[in-house]
Structure formats: C-alpha cells, structure tokens
T-cell receptor, first 115, second 115 residues
Framework: KNQVEQSPQSLIILEGKNCTLQ??????????LRWYKQDTGRGPVSLTI?????NTKSNGRYTATLDADTKQSSLHITASQLSDSASYIC??????????????FGSGTRLSIRP | EAGVVQSPRYKIIEKKQPVAFWCNPI?????LYWYRQNLGQGPELLIR????????DSQLPKDRFSAERLKGVDSTLKIQPAELGDSAVYLC?????????????FGNGTRLTVT
C-alpha cells in the first residue's frame, strides 16, 4: 500500500533553534518528493522538490534530504523564526501514467516556534 | 500571477442542507483537484480533472457529492445533503500537467461546518 508517514506529529522549539522533520514513504514507483508548508487557514505551498537522483536541496533556511534507497526524507530548518510556525506536509508522487499520477500526502508535522 | 481563488472562505450549514464551493484555478492550468482536509490530517483527494474531464473520481462519495468543471476552467463542488461528518476544509488546487514535476498550487480553502 502506498503510504507516507511523518514524524513527529507535532514539535515545539524556541525561536532561533534548529529542527528536523522526518518523512518515510512506501510509494512505488517513485517520481518525486515535495515538502509543503501550510500556514493556519491557508492552503499548502511547495517548499522543495526532490527527484530520485537528488540527495540534498536547499531553499533559504530550509534544507531537504532524500535517501531513495531507504525511502526516507528529512526537512531541516535552520535558525527558526516565528513565521516558521506551520504544518509541514511531505508529498510523494508517482510518475505520470496516461492521465493518472499517484500523489500521496502525509499527515504533516505541526511545528510551533516559541519566542 | 493570480493564485487559486476559492469561495466562500467559511460556510456553516445544518445537516441535510445542500452546499456548494467554487474554485477558479490559475490561468492556463489544465489540471484541477478538489481535496478534503480534516484537522491534523493531510489533504485527501476527492476528484481530479484534466481540462473538463474528470479523470479520477474514485474517492468521491457519489451518493451525495458532485462536481463539475464546465469549459475546463472554473469548478464547483456540491454536497447534497450534507452530513455532520462532512465538516472539514475543502481545498482546490491546480497544476500544469504537461510540465514535468509541476507543483500543486492550492487555494486557501473553504471551511465547512455542518451542525
């Protein structure tokens, strides 16, 4: 069964600290993995995309890693800011096959940054 | 570019009443999705359109849910009659199918409360 599991479910850290969110998946075949940020009351917004051949990708203070062999990804946030408080959702996609493409969402990690 | 626009932002109805949600995708995006998101969960696909054709509606509860995308642009999602368990956020997203690894662009959703 195609699944995406994220941990922890929720996390509270102090402003300025670093944190790492985890994503494990069983989606096969694999095309890409995205991390989305969802602010309260808003729709998710894409932060990064990782394809099979990529190990690390950065977007400002966000760094995503991918280990396609173990089917694990992480999102590392450096020097956290209050605006980083949000849910972070891991999304794994299969390749386009005709008109169909599997897009599997994780349940998200709820991150709260405390001043 | 203008983002995905959804309306209304909030809707409160009594059970057994009908309700409709509207979505205007990003101009030129041929793929449109309707998702349902429960609190603390990731979005769950209800229906996916390629232009005006519904290519994946396997998760749409067809006894009470219906959707349409006339002319392959705007879309509406309807529930009739609503049940208490339908309370959730309904998200619309659009993407460019022909662009490899195109991200989903989400609207801010409609929060439905059924009393």
């Amino acid at each position: 069964k195609n699944q995406v599991e994220q941990s922890p479910q929720s996390l509270i850290i102090l402003e300025g600290k670093n944190c790492t969110l985890q994503c494990n998946y069983t989606v096969s075949p694999f095309s890409n993995l995205r991390w989305y940020k969802q602010d309260t009351g808003r729709g998710p917004v894409s932060l990064t995309i990782m394809t099979f051949s990529e190990n690390t990708k950065s977007n400002g203070r966000y760094t995503a890693t991918l280990d396609a062999d173990t089917k694990q990804s992480s999102l590392h946030i450096t020097a956290s800011q209050l605006s980083d408080s949000a849910s972070y959702i891991c999304v794994v996609s299969g390749p386009l096959e005709g008109s169909a493409s599997k897009i599997i969402f994780g349940s998200g990690t709820r991150l709260s940054i405390r001043p | 570019e203008a983002g995905v626009v959804q309306s209304p932002r909030y809707k409160i109805i009594e059970k057994k009443q009908p309700v409709a949600f509207w979505c205007n995708p990003i101009s030129g995006h041929n793929t449109l999705y309707w998702y349902r998101q429960n609190l603390g969960q990731g979005p769950e696909l209800l229906i996916r359109y390629e232009n005006e054709e519904a290519v994946d509606d396997s998760q749409l509860p067809k006894d009470r849910f219906s959707a349409e995308r006339l002319k392959g642009v705007d879309s509406t999602l309807k529930i009739q009659p609503a049940e208490l368990g339908d309370s959730a956020v309904y998200l619309c997203a659009s993407s460019l199918r022909d662009r490899y690894n195109s991200p989903l662009h989400f609207g801010n959703g409609t929060r439905l409360t059924v009393t």
